[in-house]
């Protein structure tokens, strides 16, 4: 060893052992008595004392440097593994993984057709999401005006995430005056709907000339406003949501139309659902959107509880669309009203999404809800 790199500091066990060494020596040898100290002996006891410093100095490399099971090993990935991405896709049919963006589309929205014109209406639809689309996929009707065009269609092939395919349908133009839209959705192999985010469809939207329309519009009140709950039970006020029995409420109106000809036209209709409205818990959180339908329920009975069918004139999904009542009000709500002139009057159905949250708590929305039609004369 080299004295001049030797670290008495780092060191101090071993020099504290020569230390006691020497002094267990010059004790052995002067101590009192007769006992005498042989060389052997001497040499016997250093030799013990020096594996004792061996096994110390043995102890602490041990401490200090890693065994070889503490250094990982990683294997480099080979060329395959770099050359092809993971692109597994999900086993669930339903994941998150279906999502879309509309890129490009012709006919812009209030394009003007003639009455009975045909048009071929394409949309850009970009794959955002990671499941690749198959022809198991197919574009579907949602609701509003499908203007004659086939309701369902399958895509020709595969697009993959990232990718983007042209989907068109041929329509004729509706032969009433005033606005049109129809809505649409992708519909995956298990019956997922899925379209762009925050809006969930794309549509066509066209307007039909013709005479323009008067700024005359008549708001109506509610002849009769009553309410039936899932048990069969009935009321006299408009209910929606439910109770603290989990039992359900959907709400019954009807409109008259006594001074309003059958031979107008009806070119806008809006359901204003924020006339004295009072709400009691969360019905929006807790039951979903509100969804309005044409239904002639005559008299209010038990039947009439779940009769809601076909596709919802009006949609309220927050407190702050009571008051918007043209909310998805299009062509259905339009024709529902412009086909109940003859009768004088329409009858209207009120129904949450879910008929209950099994809480226990009540989410009830009470209203008296106001409809203005806007038409013209013949």
């Known amino acids: 060893m080299n004295f001049k790199d030797f670290d008495w500091r780092k060191q101090w066990p071993i020099t504290a052992l020569l230390s006691f060494i020497v002094i267990l020596l010059l004790v052995l040898v002067f101590r009192n008595g007769d006992d005498q100290v042989s060389p052997e002996g001497i040499l016997g006891t250093s030799q013990a004392i020096a594996g004792t410093s061996v096994a110390v100095q043995l102890t602490e490399l041990a401490q200090v440097q890693p065994s070889s099971t503490q250094v990982p090993v990683t294997q480099a990935p080979t060329s395959t593994e770099l050359a092809i991405p993971n692109t597994a896709l999900p086993t669930d049919p339903d994941a998150v993984c279906l999502s879309m963006s509309l890129t490009d589309e012709n006919t812009p929205?209030?394009?003007?057709?003639?009455?009975?014109?045909?048009?071929?209406?394409?949309?850009?639809?970009?794959?955002?999401?990671?499941?690749?689309?198959?022809?198991?996929?197919?574009?579907?009707?949602n609701r509003g005006d499908d203007m004659e065009a086939t309701n369902s269609s399958f895509l020709d092939g595969q697009v993959l995430p990232g990718e983007s395919v042209w989907l068109a349908l041929d329509m004729i133009a509706p032969f009433q005056p005033g606005s049109h839209i129809g809505f649409w959705q992708l519909e995956s192999a298990s019956g997922?709907?899925?379209?762009?985010?925050?809006?969930?469809?794309?549509?066509?939207?066209?307007?039909?000339?013709?005479?323009?329309?008067?700024?005359?519009?008549?708001?109506?009140?509610?002849?009769?406003?009553?309410?039936?709950?899932?048990?069969?039970?009935?009321?006299?006020?408009l209910r929606m949501g439910d109770d603290t029995n989990n039992l359900g409420w959907q709400g019954l109106a009807t409109y008259q139309f006594g001074n309003l000809s059958e031979d107008s036209t009806v070119t806008g209709v809006v359901?204003?659902?924020?006339?004295?409205?009072?709400?009691?818990?969360?019905?929006?959180?807790?039951?979903?959107?509100?969804?309005?339908?044409?239904?002639?329920?005559?008299?209010?009975?038990?039947?009439?509880?779940?009769?809601?069918?076909?596709?919802?004139?009006?949609?309220?999904?927050?407190?702050?669309?009571?008051?918007?009542?043209?909310?998805?009000?299009?062509?259905?709500?339009?024709?529902?009203?412009?086909?109940?002139?003859?009768?004088?009057?329409?009858?209207?159905?009120?129904?949450?999404?879910?008929?209950?949250?099994?809480?226990?708590?009540?989410?009830?929305?009470?209203?008296?809800?106001?409809?203005?039609?806007?038409?013209?004369?013949?």
Do not use: M
């Not at 071929?120 to 579907?140: D, P, Q, R």
């Not at 969930?200 to 002849?223: E, K, L, N």
């Not at 969360?282 to 039951?287: A, Q």
């Not at 999404?353 to 009470?366: F, M, P, Y």
């Open 109 to 141: 929205d209030n394009t003007i057709k003639n009455p009975g014109e045909t048009f071929t209406k394409t949309w850009l639809l970009t794959n955002t999401g990671s499941c690749t689309w198959t022809s198991e996929f197919k574009l579907i009707f």
């Open 271 to 378: 359901l204003d659902l924020s006339v004295n409205q009072s709400i009691t818990g969360d019905p929006f959180t807790s039951l979903g959107c509100l969804n309005v339908y044409a239904y002639n329920y005559g008299g209010v009975d038990a039947s009439d509880y779940g009769s809601a069918s076909g596709f919802a004139l009006w949609t309220f999904c927050s407190q702050n669309d009571l008051g918007g009542g043209a909310r998805f009000a299009g062509p259905d709500a339009i024709e529902a009203i412009d086909s109940a002139l003859f009768s004088n009057q329409v009858q209207l159905i009120f129904v949450f999404e879910d008929d209950n949250d099994a809480d226990g708590v009540v989410d009830l929305l009470i209203s008296e809800p106001s409809l203005t039609i806007s038409f013209y004369d013949n």
């Open 192 to 237: 997922t709907t899925f379209g762009p985010a925050g809006a969930d469809v794309f549509w066509v939207q066209i307007t039909i000339a013709g005479p323009t329309p008067t700024s005359r519009a008549r708001g109506y009140d509610a002849s009769e406003l009553a309410a039936i709950r899932s048990d069969g039970q009935p009321d006299n006020e």
